[in-house]
């Protein structure tokens, strides 16, 4: 039963980081994320590693949102709707930042988070809960997964881009 558990998750965590480097590839140079002092979407460069600072204020309270076409029709604004939110630990947010500006963290690589580890650090929730839950728990790869089912007309929501 534990080998099963295990063997979900592993293939779960390749499906987010796959999911991710499409994502990536296909969008251009900024994602959406979502303020939740203001409860709003808005845009910024994908390259920030959430949570930043939001609309509002300085407050780091801008979350990465994982924006979806229900109709699958991505002319259909009316369909848009945030599929789950996404935040990093502090630890990985600093690791990324300091590799994205080509500075070393200062720390020893014994202390850097390796990419396996890295699942535990980034942690995802519904939009309209409270928990977070880190990306390789069965509740976190539920939530990443749960919007990918065809709705009435058949059709299987898109990942939107701003």
């Given at each position: 039963?534990?080998?099963?558990?295990?063997?979900?998750?592993?293939?779960?965590?390749?499906?987010?980081?796959?999911h991710?480097?499409?994502?990536?590839?296909?969008?251009?140079?900024?994602?959406?994320?979502?303020?939740?002092s203001?409860?709003?979407?808005?845009?910024?460069?994908?390259?920030?590693?959430?949570?930043?600072?939001?609309?509002?204020?300085?407050?780091?309270?801008?979350?990465?949102?994982?924006v979806?076409?229900?109709?699958?029709?991505?002319?259909?604004k009316?369909?848009?709707?945030?599929?789950?939110?996404?935040?990093y630990?502090p630890?990985?947010?600093?690791?990324?930042?300091?590799?994205?500006?080509?500075?070393?963290?200062?720390?020893?690589?014994?202390?850097?988070?390796?990419?396996?580890?890295?699942?535990?650090?980034?942690?995802?929730?519904?939009?309209?809960e409270?928990?977070?839950?880190?990306?390789?728990?069965?509740?976190?790869?539920?939530?990443?997964?749960?919007?990918?089912?065809?709705?009435?007309?058949?059709?299987?929501?898109?990942?939107?881009?701003?």
């Amino acid at each position: 039963m534990l080998l099963v558990l295990a063997i979900v998750l592993l293939a779960g965590a390749a499906f987010r980081f796959s999911h991710y480097l499409g994502e990536r590839a296909q969008a251009g140079e900024n994602a959406y994320f979502y303020d939740l002092s203001e409860r709003k979407l808005f845009v910024a460069p994908r390259t920030l590693v959430p949570p930043i600072r939001g609309i509002n204020n300085d407050e780091p309270d801008g979350m990465r949102a994982i924006v979806i076409w229900t109709s699958g029709n991505p002319k259909d604004k009316a369909s848009q709707k945030i599929a789950y939110l996404e935040k990093y630990a502090p630890e990985l947010k600093q690791q990324f930042e300091a590799m994205q500006s080509g500075r070393q963290s200062g720390a020893s690589s014994g202390s850097r988070i390796s990419r396996g580890a890295a699942q535990s650090f980034i942690f995802v929730r519904r939009l309209n809960e409270e928990t977070w839950y880190p990306v390789n728990s069965a509740e976190g790869e539920k939530i990443m997964t749960e919007w990918q089912v065809p709705g009435p007309d058949g059709k299987t929501p898109l990942v939107c881009a701003p």
